[in-house]
């Protein structure tokens, strides 16, 4: 069994652990810029001192305490939550996957599950039907019958 993440074990078998969601969550998003609570809750003592040294002049950090002190209020730059991600090649793939899988549905389909064509759809049986439908005169003033010139037996032009 894999573990889902959130998830504990204990003896007697899969305990789940779930996320109180009565209080603020850390989320990116463009839309919404400044979320309620950092990303880093629990601070270690680097990063304690670190934030101590935030308290007093910004000219005495260096360009990495400053990277550090943004990561641990936010996880991801503007910059980074813009980036292309590379999803569309997975959608694609899946849609690719799932039009192969129903082109081999349908071959097999018809070769296996289909009755063969009637005879009634071979090139021999129009061309009767045709000559019989002329033969009729059916709809001879504005259909079928009227574009055909029975004294030089051709289509009519």
């Known amino acids: ?12 078998g899969l305990l789940a652990t779930q996320e109180d969601m009565s209080v603020p969550q850390y989320c990116d998003k463009r839309s919404y ?3 309620d609570v ?6 270690g003592a680097e990063q304690k001192a670190l934030k101590e040294k935030e308290k007093g002049s ?8 400053k990277v550090a002190l943004y990561r641990l209020k936010f996880n991801q730059t503007f910059a980074e939550m813009n980036r292309p991600s590379s999803e569309w090649k997975t959608v ?14 349908v071959w097999w389909q018809r ?16 061309a009767q039907q045709v000559k019989r439908m002329l ?3 059916v709809n001879p003033i504005q259909g079928f019958a009227a574009k055909w010139d029975y004294d030089k037996n051709e289509w009519k032009k």
């Not at 950092?38 to 601070?43: G, M, S, T, V």
């Not at 910004?58 to 305490?65: D, G, T, Y």
């Not at 296996?112 to 009637?118: A, D, L, T």
Request: contains cysteine; charged residues 25%; aromatic residues 14%.
């Open 111 to 126: 070769v296996y599950v289909f009755p063969p064509k009637p005879h009634t759809l071979t090139d021999e049986w129009k």
């Open 92 to 105: 694609l793939g899946g849609v690719f996957i799932f039009f192969g899988f129903t082109g081999l549905i």
């Open 58 to 65: 910004w000219k005495q950090l260096s360009n990495e305490e």
């Open 33 to 35: 810029p400044l979320p």
């Open 135 to 137: 033969d009729m005169r």
């Open 38 to 43: 950092p990303y880093h809750k629990d601070l």
């Open 1 to 12: 069994q894999m573990d889902a993440p959130g998830c504990g074990r204990d003896g007697l």
